[in-house]
């Protein structure tokens, strides 16, 4: 069974570095592209960025480059999503998502990691 | 913003048909497959419908979904209070090099 476990809610304050993990099992992980994306709260979905794990090669839409940093660690089978400086407009859910084929064809989601950015 | 306009909601009686349409441009729609979500209030979203028109294993064929130029629809028949949720409409930006998705569609049962 495929399955993409996201690490728990994290509370932070503004200026603070972060990095959140998905943990992919069930399939050959370094063979899909896994995606992030965002969900402000009570808004639509984000496109963010995605990663090859078996390469490392990745992707960023032009609204986050540079603001994020997307890695995988394919002997652990997991992705990352970091933040060197904080800002309260980074509080949202983010949800990892394996790729199926192109580019916006997400297939099997995590279930979401909340993160809170507050003074 | 997103680059991919839905209607802010729209509802039906049980039973009934609702039409969602995702309306975008030649460098997104009109030259790219277009994909279809479901988001249950409080739960990640689920695949529905991709390349245009195709469903995964398990989605019934209540939901179909086609594309024509640069706009592509999501239907939905025999509409059931378990299918409240938003749905988006996701594909690939070529002038971007990145994914969108559209603004999202509030689905009521009435």
């Known amino acids: 069974e495929v399955q993409l476990v996201q690490s728990g809610a994290e509370v932070k304050k503004p200026g603070e570095s972060l990095k959140i993990s998905c943990k992919g099992s069930?399939?050959?992980?370094?063979?899909?592209?896994i995606g992030w994306v965002r969900q402000m709260p009570g808004k639509g979905l984000e496109w963010m960025g995605i990663?090859?794990?078996?390469?490392?090669?990745?992707r960023y839409s032009p609204s986050f480059q540079g603001q994020v940093t997307i890695s995988a660690d394919k002997s652990i089978t997991t992705a990352y999503l970091q933040w060197s400086s904080l800002k309260a407009s980074d509080t949202a859910i983010y949800y990892c998502?394996?790729?199926?084929?192109?580019?916006?064809?997400?297939?099997?989601w995590g279930q979401g990691t909340l993160v809170t950015v507050s003074s | 913003q997103s680059v991919l306009t839905q209607p802010p909601s729209v509802s039906a009686a049980p039973g009934q048909k609702v039409t969602i349409s995702c309306s975008g441009s030649s460098s997104n729609i009109g030259n790219n497959y277009v994909s279809w979500y479901q988001q249950l209030p409080g739960t990640a979203p689920k695949l529905l419908i991709y390349?245009?028109?195709k469903r995964p294993s398990g989605i019934p064929d209540r939901f179909s979904g086609s594309k024509s130029g640069t706009s592509a629809t999501l239907g939905i028949t025999g509409l059931q209070t378990g299918d409240e949720a938003d749905y988006y409409c996701g594909t690939w930006d070529s002038s971007l090099s990145a994914g969108v998705f559209g603004t999202g569609t509030k689905v009521t049962v009435l």
């Open positions: 390349d245009n028109k």
């Open positions: 069930g399939y050959t992980f370094t063979s899909y592209w």
């Open positions: 990663i090859y794990p078996a390469d490392s090669d990745t």
């Open positions: 998502a394996r790729i199926y084929g192109d580019y916006v064809k997400f297939d099997y």
